[in-house]
């Protein structure tokens, strides 16, 4: 199994960004699926969560209301659709396969005036 993460960058506060995971070597569609993130200096912690069909999802507070995260079965993708975005919202961003404990290697998303 491997996800690869893509669509970080810079953006100013109140931005936008969509992140995309790209999963290889399974069926995304037989499996939940989550992002989490990792600020300088702190733990990384959870952001969102799919499961396989998109119906049912779960956020971090602090991201509710702001983000959204979907999934493309046909074509193996989970996004992260990310608006209003804060500063504190700077951090590397990392799909997760839960089942198996797979890992992307991350996309860097930096939100400053």
């Known amino acids: 199994a491997l996800l690869v993460e893509s669509g970080g960058g810079s953006v100013q506060p109140g931005g936008s960004l969509r992140l995309s995971c790209a999963a290889s070597?399974?069926?995304?569609?037989?499996?939940?699926m989550s992002w989490y993130r990792q600020a300088p200096g702190k733990e990384r912690e959870f952001i969102a969560s799919s499961d396989m069909t998109g119906q049912n999802t779960n956020y971090a507070d602090s991201v509710k209301g702001r983000f959204t995260v979907s999934r493309d079965n046909a074509k193996n993708t989970l996004y992260l659709q990310m608006d209003n975005l804060k500063p504190e919202d700077t951090g590397r961003y990392f799909c997760?396969?839960?089942?198996?404990?797979?890992w992307g290697q991350g996309t860097q998303v930096s939100v400053a005036a």
């Open positions: 070597g399974f069926a995304l569609s037989s499996y939940y």
């Open positions: 997760r396969r839960p089942t198996g404990n797979y």
